[in-house]
């Protein structure tokens, strides 16, 4: 597992290099566009709804006595609340809006790595197939990740065993945003369930992937810009070597 992790993170290495060599940097100015517009968006919102969380939660302790610190605790969780939720749709919405942008960089990628006369059996599918795909993958994963952190966040304010939360939190974030990035490769050759069982055998390597994506976003403008780019080229790569290696076999 923790090899695999590693893997998906040292993919990362050369994924500059590689974008330049193959002329990649066009087809990410849509998905570079999408990145930014949907940050601000979900930026200002979370700015101004974070206050208003707090405060609602606050509202069910009903007695006098620790009714301040519970409206402290309450606004604390409200913002971080808003953060992680705000930084769940970002990634869904920019992977579900670029699918039919990355799908070319990977197909790319792939040919580069294997050449013309790859024996991987491919799937043809269209600028709306893929665009469809990349919202069917999302919503699921959305979902599944609201779903997840929820109970997380939760734990999170059980004292004692609530500590580790933080850690949990950053490999479920990190696991869907690498699922997304590595869809953009198994969506012509795997069917929807097909992917998420692949993905699913290969957590270590989506982990990996995501990992590196998330701390970009920490990285003011930039990593908004150069999230996308970096991050589908190395899931490319990785996802290219396990399906040769898995077609080999």
């Given amino acids: 597992m923790f ?5 998906g993170i040292k ?5 500059f290099e590689l974008i330049s060599k193959l002329k990649l ?6 998905p570079m566009l999408i990145s930014v517009i949907t940050a601000i968006a979900i930026g200002v919102a979370s700015y101004g709804f974070s206050d208003n969380i707090g405060q609602f939660i606050s509202t ?9 610190t519970f409206t402290t605790i309450s606004e604390i969780f409200g913002g971080l609340l808003i953060i992680v939720l705000g930084l769940v749709l970002y990634k869904h919405i920019i992977m579900a809006l670029s699918a039919p942008f990355m799908s070319p960089v990977s197909e790319k990628i792939e040919t ?10 491919h799937r043809n599918t269209s600028f709306q197939a893929q665009l469809w795909r990349g919202i069917k993958i999302n919503a699921r994963n959305l979902f599944m990740e609201l779903w997840l952190t929820i109970i997380i966040l939760l734990v999170s304010l059980i004292p004692v065993i ?6 949990l939190l950053l490999f479920v974030q990190a696991y869907y945003a690498g699922f997304g990035n590595m869809d ?4 012509r050759h795997y069917m929807y369930k097909e992917s998420v069982a692949f993905v699913r055998k290969n957590r270590g390597i989506a982990i990996g992937n995501g990992m590196v994506f998330m701390l970009f976003l920490l990285i ?14 190395a899931a490319s790569k990785e996802t290219v070597k396990l399906l040769k290696a898995k077609h080999d076999d």
């Fill in 162 to 167: 609530g500590w580790f939360t933080s850690l």
């Fill in 112 to 121: 580069y790595l294997l050449g013309e006369d790859s024996k991987l059996q």
């Fill in 3 to 7: 090899e695999h992790i590693f893997s």
């Fill in 25 to 30: 940097w066009n087809y990410f100015a849509i």
């Fill in 11 to 15: 993919a990362y290495a050369g994924s």
């Fill in 220 to 233: 003011p403008v930039v990593g908004v810009v150069l999230v996308l780019p970096l991050s589908v080229t």
């Fill in 60 to 68: 069910i302790w009903v007695w006098e006595w620790g009714k301040e």
């Fill in 184 to 187: 953009y490769t198994l969506e």
